[in-house]
Each structure stands twice: as structure tokens, then as C-alpha cells.
């Protein structure tokens, strides 16, 4: 087993996209939870990759479903100036994000700028599409006047480099994981959603009630093959029910950002899920 291995690139990162659900308000208490040593860190449902970001590994696997997302991280990585000076150039604009919104671009650069400016400006951050597969969100209540730091921009992408970006669903991309690496696994779930919305449409499919047990399976023999697992989930008594029992919990409350109302924004319970002590 590898030892707990930090990036080259100096000083922690925050997360350069918007993403409802995402964990940067938990960083400091999930990396708390962390094993003390593993050798490969790997989060099959990346989405914004707060954790990712904030421990900086040396040597990563980010992976998700969405290719718009997985395109956007590796144009960053792979031809960083050329995208932050095209994202330098956008100003918020309520005409402009419609537009980017109805528009198709052929080609992988304006496809990651695209994505960046809707994600950027669109409500709450949140990402979903309809059964085409076409975005559809509509854009948030506040423009505003700096949307993007290029020197975090950067630093992301120097990040991005220890990091292989793969688009793929989570079932493959954890079946490759060795003993002794880790795995944050984050599935979608709507939080502050009413039970019977067991599903988010994250990507052109829903994922289902279901697809927690498919994944409980996954983390199954995971544990066997000595993998160790850090798992956060809604703590909806049936989705519990699809993964270990044995697995170590920790409860963690925090407010729904999803509610249009701040009024209506609701404290809920998060479950941390470990296949280890300490």
C-alpha cells in the first residue's frame, strides 16, 4: 500500500465548478474520516471533485458519467491557457447564456467553454438534462461581474495532471481498483428531495434506487478485495439498506442548497459510510 501522497503542486485547491450536492463544505470533515495510507484515490462520481482538490494526491482517477463534465477537466488539464484565455474573454449575460444554452459547438474546446459558462451562471449549479440529453436549466438569479480566476484555474489544472479522467459508469471504473487503494464514492441523490424522489437526472438516464444496490454489490467485493471505501449518502433508510451493514457510520447534518427559498432550505442527515476504523 501506497502512503498517503499529496500533489507536488503546492497549497489546496477549491473546486472550479458550481455543482449542487457537492462536498466543498465537508472537505475538512471527510478528510478527517480518511484512512491514514492508501495508494491510489479514486472517485467514480467526480461531479466538481471538492474532495479531489482539497488532498491534491499524486496519483488519481477521477471518473463520472457525464462526457460534458470529464471533457470539460481534461481540456482544462490538457490545454489550459487556451481555454482560461477563452473563458477571460465571457462576461455574464442573461442573452449570452441562452444562447450558449440552445447552441451545439462541434468542437472539444468550445464544448468545455460552454459547459463552464452555463455552469458558472445556471440556478443553484445544478447540472441536469432532459431524456436527449440537452441541458436545461435555466440561468440563476445573480450575474456575476468576475466569473473565473485564472490562477485557480491553473492551479486545477496542475492538479488535473496526476489524474486519470475517464468517462465511464461507476461499476467500471471501480472494478479496477488494487488492495490498499481508496475509493470516495458520492452518489447523486436529491438532498432535501421527499423519499419517494429516490433519483437525480444527472446525465440522459436516471439514477435509480436500483443503481444503489447495483452499487452496494460493487462495494462488496470491493471490501473483500481490500479497498478501502468511504462512501456519503442520504440517509434515507432504503438507500442504507443497499450497502454493508458492518460499514462503520457517521452522520453529518447540513442544509439543502436546492430550495429556491432560503426559507425552505431544510437541515438534513448525511451518512458517511467506512469499511474502516479510525
Same mark, same amino acid.
Given at each position: 500500500?501506497?502512503?498517503?501522497?499529496?500533489?507536488?503542486?503546492?497549497?489546496?485547491?477549491?473546486p472550479?465548478?458550481?455543482?449542487?450536492?457537492?462536498?466543498?463544505?465537508?472537505?475538512?470533515?471527510?478528510?478527517?474520516?480518511?484512512?491514514a495510507?492508501?495508494?491510489?484515490?479514486?472517485?467514480?462520481?467526480?461531479?466538481?471533485?471538492?474532495?479531489?482538490?482539497?488532498?491534491?494526491?499524486?496519483?488519481?482517477?477521477?471518473a463520472?458519467?457525464?462526457?460534458?463534465?470529464m471533457?470539460?477537466?481534461?481540456?482544462?488539464?490538457?490545454?489550459?491557457?487556451?481555454?482560461?484565455?477563452?473563458?477571460?474573454?465571457? $462576461?455574464?449575460?442573461?442573452?449570452?447564456?441562452?444562447?450558449? @444554452?440552445?447552441? %451545439?459547438?462541434?468542437?472539444? +474546446? !468550445?464544448?468545455?467553454? *460552454?459547459?463552464?459558462?452555463?455552469?458558472?451562471?445556471?440556478?443553484?449549479?445544478?447540472?441536469?438534462?432532459?431524456?436527449?440529453?440537452?441541458?436545461?436549466?435555466?440561468?440563476?438569479?445573480?450575474?456575476?461581474?468576475?466569473?473565473?480566476?485564472?490562477?485557480?484555474?491553473s492551479?486545477?489544472?496542475?492538479?488535473?495532471?496526476?489524474?486519470r479522467?475517464?468517462?465511464?459508469?461507476?461499476?467500471?471504473?471501480?472494478?479496477?481498483?488494487?488492495?490498499?487503494?481508496?475509493?470516495?464514492?458520492?452518489?447523486?441523490?436529491? $438532498?432535501?428531495?421527499?423519499e419517494?424522489?429516490?433519483?437525480? @437526472?444527472?446525465? %440522459?438516464?436516471?439514477?435509480? +434506487? !436500483?443503481?444503489?444496490? *447495483?452499487?452496494?454489490?460493487?462495494?462488496?467485493?470491493?471490501?473483500?478485495?481490500?479497498?478501502?471505501?468511504?462512501?456519503?449518502?442520504?440517509?434515507?433508510p432504503?438507500?442504507?439498506?443497499?450497502?454493508?451493514?458492518?460499514?462503520?457510520?457517521?452522520?453529518?447534518?447540513?442544509?439543502?442548497?436546492?430550495?429556491?427559498?432560503?426559507?425552505?432550505?431544510?437541515?438534513?442527515?448525511?451518512?458517511?459510510?467506512?469499511?474502516?476504523?479510525?
Amino acid at each position: 500500500m501506497g502512503t498517503q501522497a499529496v500533489s507536488k503542486v503546492s497549497g489546496e485547491a477549491t473546486p472550479i465548478l458550481r455543482w449542487a450536492g457537492g462536498k466543498r463544505r465537508l472537505v475538512h470533515d471527510l478528510t478527517a474520516l480518511l484512512p491514514a495510507r492508501w495508494g491510489t484515490y479514486v472517485e467514480p462520481m467526480a461531479g466538481s471533485a471538492a474532495l479531489f482538490f482539497h488532498l491534491a494526491p499524486r496519483k488519481a482517477v477521477l471518473a463520472d458519467v457525464n462526457p460534458d463534465l470529464m471533457d470539460f477537466y481534461k481540456i482544462l488539464r490538457d490545454n489550459t491557457s487556451t481555454l482560461v484565455k477563452r473563458l477571460a474573454s465571457l $462576461r455574464a449575460s442573461k442573452a449570452l447564456y441562452y444562447k450558449m @444554452r440552445k447552441s %451545439s459547438p462541434t468542437s472539444r +474546446l !468550445e464544448r468545455a467553454v *460552454r459547459f463552464a459558462y452555463l455552469n458558472r451562471l445556471c440556478w443553484n449549479g445544478l447540472h441536469r438534462v432532459n431524456r436527449e440529453g440537452d441541458f436545461n436549466v435555466p440561468i440563476g438569479d445573480r450575474l456575476p461581474k468576475k466569473l473565473w480566476d485564472p490562477r485557480q484555474l491553473s492551479h486545477a489544472a496542475k492538479l488535473l495532471k496526476n489524474a486519470r479522467l475517464v468517462t465511464s459508469d461507476f461499476e467500471t471504473t471501480l472494478h479496477t481498483l488494487k488492495k490498499g487503494d481508496l475509493a470516495f464514492i458520492d452518489p447523486p441523490y436529491p $438532498r432535501g428531495a421527499p423519499e419517494s424522489a429516490w433519483f437525480n @437526472r444527472y446525465a %440522459s438516464d436516471f439514477f435509480l +434506487l !436500483e443503481d444503489h444496490c *447495483r452499487l452496494g454489490k460493487v462495494v462488496e467485493s470491493l471490501d473483500e478485495k481490500g479497498v478501502s471505501l468511504m462512501l456519503l449518502m442520504a440517509s434515507y433508510p432504503a438507500i442504507l439498506r443497499c450497502y454493508p451493514s458492518s460499514f462503520v457510520r457517521t452522520t453529518f447534518s447540513s442544509k439543502s442548497l436546492i430550495s429556491g427559498k432560503a426559507s425552505a432550505r431544510r437541515t438534513i442527515e448525511e451518512v458517511v459510510l467506512r469499511n474502516y476504523s479510525g
